[in-house]
């Protein structure tokens, strides 16, 4: 059985969002006919709450410089996907209307959520593999936003855990800060991630 999961495809990582990634609206049309082919449809959401530790303003520092908490080293952010604000929901024109499961992520203030499986300390899990191995789903295919930060965590932790994995690279847009895309890329290749 086949899933696709849709990250983060929210107006804050879209053109005019506090986090945006180029091109991020261009991929809404692509993702909403894709949705039809799959057996299950699953979208996450990134949900902070007001003063999350992965923003910027709270550190006094400047948006994407990093610094080191207790779990490892952490990108800090614009404030962006702020639960209940209009940054924070799905991008008007995705059929959200035809997902199986929402699943939210980044909800706890200590600690930031890249991926769809694991927070980032890497061992507090979102319960989405329980829900994926219940309804015997076991090739996913990743779209959304952004490729090199939460596709590409949610794509190398679905690895992990033994599902077979797709990247849909034209239904996904990158933040591309340095090197990050590049980085990712090659991580999820030498995963044995398929990115298309
Ligand atoms: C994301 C940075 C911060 C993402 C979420 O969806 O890729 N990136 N929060
Ligand atoms: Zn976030």
């Known amino acids: 059985m086949r899933a696709l999961i849709v990250v983060d495809v929210q107006n804050d990582f879209c053109p005019g969002g506090a986090l945006p990634v180029m091109g991020g609206d261009e991929i809404v049309d692509p993702i909403n ?4 082919g799959f057996d299950a449809v699953i979208l996450t959401q990134d949900w902070h709450p007001v003063g999350h530790s992965s923003f910027a303003s709270g550190h006094y520092a400047e948006s994407f410089s990093r610094v080191e908490m207790p779990y490892g080293p952490q990108v800090l952010w614009p404030d962006h996907c702020v639960q209940g604000t209009t940054g924070a929901l799905f991008h008007g024109a995705l059929r959200s209307d035809r997902a199986d499961l929402v699943l939210r992520k980044g909800y706890r203030s200590a600690i ?5 499986f694991f927070e980032n300390d890497q061992i507090t899990p979102t319960g989405l593999e329980g829900y994926l191995n219940s309804r015997g789903l076991r090739d996913l295919t990743f779209a959304g936003l952004a490729t090199d930060y939460c596709v590409a965590f949610s794509a190398l932790d679905a690895i992990r855990q033994g599902f077979k994995v ?11 800060m340095g090197e990050s895309l590049e980085l990712a890329l090659s991580k999820m290749e030498s995963a044995k991630v398929s990115v298309v």
């Open 33 to 36: 006919e894709a949705m039809v």
């Open 112 to 116: 930031d959520s890249y991926s769809a």
């Open 166 to 176: 797709t990247v849909d690279t034209r239904l996904c847009r990158a933040i591309n």
